[in-house]
């Protein structure tokens, strides 16, 4: 089936450890986003990639670093360097061929991170 | 990106309509409406997007005010599958990434 695959579902790590979330997407989309969700909270972007070895800076990327070697991965390392990283993490992908601002965005299952 | 306005939660009861309100007085005229669902604790889900006429589709209908500065998401039969906060997103012509706020939580009662 095509989609979007986020392992673990739960991750717990201890403080001062650099953790790597994992995204893989078989759609074929050019682009990839990862969001950060906290409790009651809207998601929140953090970095962005409309094509390999290219990624941005989203609204809250420090403490995070991520690469695009592959256009169907786009991992997420969690440094120590991020002072609140305990929360829901989401993946998603969308086409990029023309008709942007009606693309659609396909969202992964998510990963719950818990530092200790 | 435009602001978009919308309720923090309602309720409604099962199998009836539902309207889900969304202000984006500034929105530009480029700028397409799009709703997202996001069921708990899953990543959202797409639901329905316009740009001036009122869109159907196996989900849900978008209705957009002539004017273009606020919509409503209808949902025509509420079922308990479909709690869940709902994000009204304006998106421009450029393919960037969704913008959440914090959406309308919807609760729907048996």
């Known amino acids: 089936d095509g989609g979007i695959t986020q392992s673990p579902k739960y991750l717990f790590r201890k403080e001062g450890q650099n953790v790597t979330l994992s995204c893989e997407q078989n759609l074929n989309h050019d682009a990839m986003y990862w969001y950060r969700q906290d409790p009651g909270q809207g998601l929140r972007l953090i970095y962005y990639?409309?094509?390999?070895?290219?990624?941005q800076k989203g609204d809250i990327a420090e403490g995070y670093s991520v690469s695009r070697e592959k256009k169907e991965s786009f991992p997420l390392t969690v440094t120590s360097a991020q002072k609140n990283p305990t929360a829901f993490y989401l993946c998603?992908?969308?086409?990029?061929?023309?008709?942007?601002?009606?693309?659609?965005?396909?969202f992964g299952p998510g990963t719950r991170l818990t530092v200790l | 990106d435009a602001k978009t306005t919308q309720p923090n939660s309602m309720e409604s009861n099962e199998e009836e309509p539902v309207h889900l309100p969304c202000n984006h007085s500034t929105i530009s005229g480029t700028d397409y409406i799009h709703w997202y669902r996001q069921l708990p604790s899953q990543g959202p889900e797409y639901v329905i997007h316009?740009?001036?006429s009122n869109v159907n589709n196996r989900m849900a209908s978008l209705a957009i005010a002539e004017d273009r500065k606020s919509s409503t998401l209808i949902l025509h039969r509420a079922t308990l599958r479909d709690a869940a906060v709902y994000y009204c997103?304006?998106?421009?012509?450029?393919?960037?990434?969704?913008?959440f706020g914090k959406g309308t939580r919807l609760s729907v009662i048996a």
């Open positions: 990639s409309q094509i390999v070895n290219d990624f």
């Open positions: 316009g740009l001036t």
């Open positions: 998603a992908s969308s086409i990029d061929q023309g008709g942007g601002a009606m693309n659609e965005q396909f």
């Open positions: 997103i304006l998106r421009d012509e450029g393919n960037t990434p969704l913008v």
